[in-house]
């Protein structure tokens, strides 16, 4: 796997959580198009801070190595990126409408 892929795979799966979340919690929901865009950029947000610690694509894969354990903590990260993501919005939405 290179960095690329990883990075990829990372924002799939916040893209899969917001939906899915969104799908399960009706109250949290923008519909299909609104939960993948907020997926996108929560997760990506959330990687990219917390990648400064060591979970970036490029340490886990370590020049050729790979770490698995760093993997699961990105994917997990990426995935809570993406449900925070839709939260948030969600918040910040029912704020300004108020």
Known sequence: MTGTLIS???IFIGIIA???FGYFNKKYTFNFT???????????FL????GRLGFDPWSIMN???FD????????LVSALG?????VFTRLIY?????
């Not at 990687?47 to 917390?50: A, V």
């Not at 029912?94 to 108020?98: I, L, S, T």
């Open 8 to 10: 990829l795979i990372s």
């Open 18 to 20: 917001a939906n899915v």
């Open 34 to 44: 609104g939960n993948t865009l907020i997926g996108v950029f929560g997760s990506i």
């Open 47 to 50: 990687i990219k801070s917390f």
């Open 63 to 65: 020049d050729g190595d």
């Open 68 to 75: 698995g354990v760093r993997l699961s903590i990105n994917m």
């Open 82 to 86: 993406g449900v925070l993501g839709l």
């Open 94 to 98: 029912n704020k300004m409408n108020k």
